[in-house]
């Protein structure tokens, strides 16, 4: 398989499912989990240190994951990843010094949002190209072109 033609199974792959609020879900995750190993004058927040420290980013990361390989559940795994993402407030150094709070608020926002069934955007060019093809089309048949076969 070429580049190019992974390339383009990438972007279908892509495109069926919400692949941004994924990715910031899951790079919050990882944030906050990378955070939770700061040195101690670091840490700003204490927090639970025990389980709950760990195993909220964790599950960010597994909804984010989950996000991306199951869209069809999307609404349920947003939910739940936004929830982790305020827990994280109180459980790992203030969600990861705000930074993967935010990811992980942004990306399941963007989650929940996304509509799996709509059709593609035009690009305004495309819009506009269409539009003079339309006036033009609408002209000629005001000037009496376009009946062939009539009197003059």
Known sequence: MTFTQWRDRFRVWRGHRPF???????????????TMKAPLP??????????????LPS???VCGLLI????????FYSI????????TWLTSNIGGFVVGLLLGAV???ISFGWLP???PRKSRRQE??????????????????????EPA
């Open 20 to 34: 941004a609020g994924g990715v910031l879900l899951v790079l919050g995750g990882a944030e906050i989990l990378v």
């Open 42 to 55: 670091v840490i700003l927040h204490v927090g639970m240190q025990g389980l709950a420290g760990y195993l």
């Open 59 to 61: 599950l960010m990361v």
């Open 68 to 75: 991306l390989f199951n869209p069809t559940q999307r609404l």
């Open 80 to 87: 739940i990843a936004i929830l982790l993402s305020l827990g």
């Open 107 to 109: 990306g399941s926002s």
């Open 117 to 119: 069934d709509q059709e």
């Open 128 to 149: 506009r190209k269409e539009a003079r093809t339309e006036t033009h089309a609408e002209s000629v048949r005001k000037d009496g072109f376009s009946g062939a076969g």
